[in-house]
């Protein structure tokens, strides 16, 4: 089973910022649509962002548009996501996901149309 490893996350001051990244051996991230995911404590699990296979196409939530940045390194089979200007309410276990099909296209971000969840990496914004 493959599993995507995150990692970048930590305790940051808010407005402060971080970059999470995600690797997967395994996993040929030039052959999907991926996505970083987002889960509070108490929360269900929300779209963060997605990009689609080409880089094409970048979606965002609401709440980190202007914000956050999605990019991806095909050569280096990695996803990246550049959080800037951070709130306590970003406060998270962060997750990437592939997407079963191209629905980054249609800004489709239902957690059920990914796949090959990791641990995650949890991020705290807090004084």
């Known amino acids: 089973q493959v599993q995507p490893v995150e990692s970048g996350g930590g305790l940051v001051e808010p407005g402060g910022s971080l970059r999470l990244s995600c690797t997967a051996s395994g996993l040929r991230f030039d052959d999907y649509d991926m996505a970083w995911f987002r889960q509070a404590p108490g929360k269900e699990r929300e779209g963060v962002s997605c990009?689609?296979?080409?880089?094409?196409?970048?979606y965002y939530g609401d709440s980190v548009k202007g914000r956050f940045t999605i990019s991806r390194g095909n050569a280096k089979n990695t996803l990246y996501l550049q959080m800037n200007s951070l709130k306590p309410e970003d406060t998270a276990i962060y997750y990437c996901a592939a997407a079963r099909g191209s629905f980054c296209s249609i800004g489709d971000m239902n957690e059920y149309n990914y796949f090959a969840w990791g641990q995650g990496t949890q991020v705290t914004v807090s004084s």
């Open positions: 990009i689609t296979r080409y880089d094409v196409t970048r």
